[in-house]
């Protein structure tokens, strides 16, 4: 049986997927890998890199290129990539990032076939910025040594897991239907894993992850209602998944994306549905009176009531003010 399928997903990714190539050819294992590299249908000159790659490796690499762009940011590309897979384990790696160890498969495979109640080693990362901001270490001295589910969730979104840092057992043979219609795949998936078992960490910085204009993160706009969206079905889901054990905290995750709804650029200027959105957001989040009430004033009352309540407040005061000597 093979030991590793390394999948590493691509889109327009001509600058980059190279290097990312050339790191995984170049593991020093004492078992066999496969490179599986799904492309989304790239416009530029991508699949033909693939294509050259697979020619100098025909043993090692095989080329998944879909004659068609599956969508969902790259999700479908991933699920079918990953379906092709024969490995005992699954190494995770985008197109745009590189592994920076020659012996980071062994160490943590080395790591998961010593414990086998983990489903899921991952390790430290160095992000760089195609911006030319400072690059930084991702994971802080005090990264837990052991992730459980209850790590992945939270009031806020939990994110400490590169993607390309990740090898994971080949164990979920079928997802759930609410997790084909997320945009983002890595944060539900890990939630899914950590039902098979514990989540490692190992702290070496054994990769980089590339934040560049192609990567998917800079299509994760937070002012776009789809997005706001997606987010919350995928929460939602999440939710189902794990039988509402957090319901409240949750709750609480979910709320802050139909507070963000109220700001984005397609509700900006409506009242309905702005006015459904922002009764939402009350009943999850339960904000103090002080916020409660001016979401209510901003957002809930119709404006034509709203003005004429702050025309009525204004006259009440001028007229208070005027009795006072």
Same mark, same amino acid.
């Given at each position: ?57 025909? #043993?090692?690499? +095989?080329? /998944? *290129? ?8 790259? $999700? ?5 990539? !990953? ?102 795949? #890595?944060?539900? +998936?890990? /939630? *899914? ?8 960490? $190992? ?5 980089? !992850? ?116």
């Amino acid at each position: 049986m093979m030991k590793v399928s390394v999948c590493i997903i691509t889109y327009n990714q001509e600058k980059f997927i190279r290097a990312a190539i050339e790191s995984v050819v170049s593991q020093k294992t004492d078992f066999p890998f496969e490179i599986l590299i799904g492309d989304d249908l790239s416009k530029d000159n991508t699949r033909a890199i693939i294509t050259e790659y697979a020619e100098r490796y025909p #043993d090692l690499i +095989r080329p /998944v *290129l879909h004659p068609q762009n599956l969508g969902q940011n790259g $999700l479908f590309n991933t699920l079918e990539t !990953y379906r092709l897979a024969k490995g005992e384990y699954i190494a995770a790696m985008d197109g745009d990032d590189y592994w920076t160890d020659p012996l980071k498969l062994q160490k943590q495979i080395d790591f998961l076939d010593a414990h086998p109640d983990f489903s899921t080693c991952f390790h430290n990362a160095l992000i760089t910025f195609e911006d030319g901001s400072p690059s930084k270490i991702l994971n802080p001295p005090d990264q837990k040594p052991i992730c459980t589910v209850e790590d992945l969730i939270g009031e806020k979104e939990i994110w400490f897991m590169a993607t390309s840092s990740v090898v994971f057992r080949n164990v979920i043979k079928e997802y759930p239907e609410w997790f084909k219609k997320s945009v983002s795949g #890595d944060i539900p +998936r890990y /939630v *899914l894993l950590a039902k098979y078992g514990k989540i490692g960490y $190992l702290p070496d910085v054994m990769s980089v !992850y590339r934040k560049n204009s192609n990567g998917t993160s800079f299509t994760d706009y937070e002012d776009d209602v789809r997005f706001l969206r997606n987010r919350i079905e995928m929460y939602e889901g999440i939710n189902q998944e794990l039988n509402y054990k957090f319901d409240a905290a949750l709750k609480k995750n979910i709320a802050q994306y139909y507070e963000k709804m109220l700001h984005c650029r397609q509700y900006r200027d409506t009242y309905y549905p702005k006015n459904v959105v922002a009764l939402k957001y009350l009943s999850l989040a339960n904000p103090p009176w002080e916020e409660t009430k001016e979401i209510i004033l901003e957002h809930v009352i119709p404006p034509p009531v709203s003005r004429a309540y702050s025309a009525l407040a204004l006259g009440l005061y001028r007229i208070r003010k005027s009795f006072i000597p």
